[in-house]
């Protein structure tokens, strides 16, 4: 999936986020609203504070285990269930993937070099595509 060089890199352009992370939460989802205003109501009975520290939380693991591919696929599994439970279809991982990609992009500045984009982007292209099968079998 990914390479020893695309892991470090995801791993360190995360260490420019994470400590970060309340902004770039916050940023990530004005982002993703913005853009598909389709998406709102379905966070409109969600506590966003806690589901962005949620997120991070997630992400932070995901990072972490990124080159431990049974681990991740373990973690991501439950995730994909409960995300098609709440109306989550393929669609909506690309959008997320977007604003994320471009919310890095944002913060990282030139740090976020095209390489890195691509590292994270196959990140994201496997994520989605376990929560996906994850959530079908659900």
């Not at 993703?32 to 709102?40: G, H, V, Y």
């Amino acid at each position: 999936m990914l390479t020893e060089k695309q892991i470090s890199l995801i791993r360190a352009n995360w260490r420019g986020v994470i400590d970060r992370s309340e902004e770039a939460s916050q940023l990530f989802y004005q982002l993703l609203f913005a853009r598909n205003p389709q998406l709102k109501p379905m966070f409109e009975r969600t506590d966003m504070v806690r589901l962005r520290q949620k997120m991070m939380a997630t992400l932070d693991g995901v990072v972490r285990s990124i080159d431990e591919f049974e681990e991740l696929i373990r973690e991501l599994r439950p995730l994909g269930r409960a995300h098609a439970g709440y109306g989550v279809v393929a669609a909506h991982y690309g959008m997320v993937a977007d604003a994320f990609l471009d919310r890095m992009q944002g913060m990282l500045g030139l740090a976020f070099t095209p390489e890195a984009r691509k590292a994270w982007a196959t990140a994201l292209e496997f994520i989605a595509g376990v929560m996906l099968e994850a959530g079908a079998e659900a």
